[in-house]
């Protein structure tokens, strides 16, 4: 992993520089230095697809043994998170951003509310998925539209917002796109017929967003 | 020769503006500065110049602190090393704890610290020697002993990004590091030679830094010089190791450092080698915990697969 990084590349300012993309102005600073709470949004990302791959993890054994035909469907969700995972760790590595001092913790929570929803039955599973990417979705999307906001305002002002910037928001719908499709999956397979389906989703849905106030802070 | 001081402490705000005013003409010149040059003892300590402005003032947003060579020289060493492209305008780094004027008064007195200690005389003769009045000093919060401290921390912290070319080209002894361990141990080292020149007074600033109200922005020094060494030496753990690498090497360098400040052999041999073992003995320790980690994790799995195996539905 550590090898991996190409040692001439521009190491040390493509650091805590994600924001500073624009020309160097005091400007440019003022807003590099009032804009890291998007840089903690990359660990609130972090964390997420952590702990969606940890509950697709946890989900597919009880899930796959009672309904073998959804074998397919849970391994293609999880492949999908787990490749948004690693491109959040490469992201908040290469930009210096530290990872949630609550890791073992959404650790252990995330893998406890999988294996619950799936022990529950493939309803709970699912409305588990619907809530979670119900939030999720959510999430990127506000990421998404404060970064277009941001290019609007940097370009009428004339800076170069670069390619890195943009690729960020391209990777970020990407992403969104992918965590919606698996709503649609979830809803497809009977995700609102969980007893009590508000109950659950409700819960669940407050615990991701207690979650993300969280992990923004800590 | 002494200025008139102003006895009121609670005009020291007052002061300070009054001090500013006349020295910001002074100290902002069009014109390049150039800092004074290299005391001997010093010179040994100085740092590769990273970046193409010859003072922090030309450039608006970058406060690394200047350098100690001329600017001639940055440029001679510029050409002949075109691959250093660790520093780039369009990535600021994060504006450091210093205005420019403090960092131009202190970078000018820590040229006398091997001399004076980290000690009022010795910002008072830098200021001297960059044409400021004695009183100068009095912009620097508590008379400056802990700002010419953190300026010597904060300096040699921003040297490695500097430094790192060379030490993983392996101009240094021992060859070429290869493994990120090996490049820790590096680049902890040469941020330890980055005290040479001031180790004789290395205590008194120990001393300083342990006082109560220089705790914290001691410790926070230490932290951003554990995650530039790492970051430097190219770890990309994004995971509870994050903290925990980086809460070992805060104590092994701060270890390594007190040893350092006794440490008569040549060249810090005895230093070096006491970082080494220090930071093998952390390695095997992680190394132990993390067998013990997959040890149980792999019963626990196994335990689970043997359950559901007899039909249980988990």
């Avoid at chain 1, 698996?182 to 508000?198: F, I, M, R, S, Y």
């Avoid at chain 2, 520093?87 to 008064?105: D, K, Q, R, V």
């Avoid at chain 2, 680049?187 to 600033?205: I, T, Y």
Wanted: glycine content about 6%; hydrophobic content about 40%.
């Amino acid at each position: 992993m550590a090898s991996a990084r190409p040692m001439m590349q521009p190491l040390r300012h493509c650091s805590r520089g994600l924001l500073a993309q624009a020309q160097p102005t005091h400007a440019a600073r003022a807003r590099f230095l009032s804009s890291n709470p998007s840089l903690s949004a990359l660990r609130v990302n972090q964390a997420g697809e952590l702990a969606a791959t940890l509950i697709y993890t946890a989900q597919t054994p009880p899930v796959v043994a009672r309904e073998p035909h959804l074998r397919p469907l849970m391994q293609h969700m999880y492949d999908q998170e787990a490749g948004h995972l690693a491109t959040f760790n490469d992201l908040i590595a290469k930009h210096r951003v530290r990872p949630t001092a609550l890791y073992p913790l959404w650790s252990v929570l995330a893998t406890g509310l999988g294996w619950t929803t799936a022990v529950m039955g493939r309803e709970a599973a699912m409305a588990c998925t619907e809530a979670v990417e119900t939030e999720i979705g959510g999430h990127y999307n506000a990421q998404i539209r404060q970064l277009l906001e941001m290019v609007t305002e940097w370009e009428a002002e004339g800076y170069d917002v670069g390619d890195e910037f943009r690729d960020l928001i391209t990777t970020l719908r990407r992403i969104r796109d992918e965590e919606l499709e698996h709503l649609d999956h979830a809803v497809e397979h009977d995700a609102q017929k969980a007893q009590p389906h508000w109950l659950l989703t409700g819960v669940i849905r407050a615990g991701c967003r207690g979650a993300i106030w969280v992990s923004e802070r800590v | 020769m002494h200025p008139p001081t102003v006895s009121c402490s609670a005009g020291a705000a007052a002061t300070r503006r009054l001090l500013l005013r006349p020295l910001r003409p002074a100290i902002l010149p069009s014109s390049r500065l150039t800092p004074a040059p290299p005391s001997r003892s010093l010179s040994s300590t100085t740092c590769r110049p990273i970046t193409s402005s010859p003072s922090p003032f030309n450039n608006k947003n970058n406060n690394r602190p200047t350098s100690l060579h001329r600017p001639q020289q940055k440029q001679q060493q510029q050409q002949q090393q075109p691959l250093r492209t660790y520093h780039s305008h369009t990535h600021p780094a994060p504006p450091g704890p210093f205005t420019p004027a403090e960092a131009h008064l202190l970078s000018a007195a820590y040229l006398h610290v091997p001399a004076h200690g980290f000690t009022p005389e010795a910002l008072a003769l830098g200021a001297r020697d960059i044409g400021l009045l004695d009183i100068s000093p009095a912009v620097l919060p508590d008379g400056g002993a802990f700002a010419l401290i953190r300026w010597h921390l904060y300096f040699q912290r921003t040297c490695l990004a500097g430094k790192v070319h060379d030490i993983f080209a392996g101009e240094g002894e021992g060859g070429a590091p290869r493994t990120v361990g090996e490049r820790v141990e590096a680049l902890a080292w040469a941020r330890l030679r980055g005290n040479e020149g001031v180790v004789g007074r290395w205590q008194e600033a120990l001393a300083i830094m342990a006082q109560p109200s220089y705790v914290p922005a001691s410790l926070k020094e230490l932290a951003q010089l554990a995650d530039e060494i790492l970051y430097l030496a190219g770890d990309v753990s994004v995971d509870p190791s994050w903290y925990t690498k980086r809460a070992s090497l805060s104590t092994i360098y701060a270890a390594a450092e007190l040893f350092q400040t006794t440490d008569t052999s040549p060249g810090f041999r005895e230093t070096r080698a006491f970082l080494r073992r220090r930071l093998d003995e952390a390695a095997r320790a992680g190394g132990a915990v993390r067998a013990v980690g997959e040890w149980v994790g792999f019963n626990a799995s196994a335990a689970v697969n043997v359950l559901r195996s007899k039909g249980v539905r988990i």
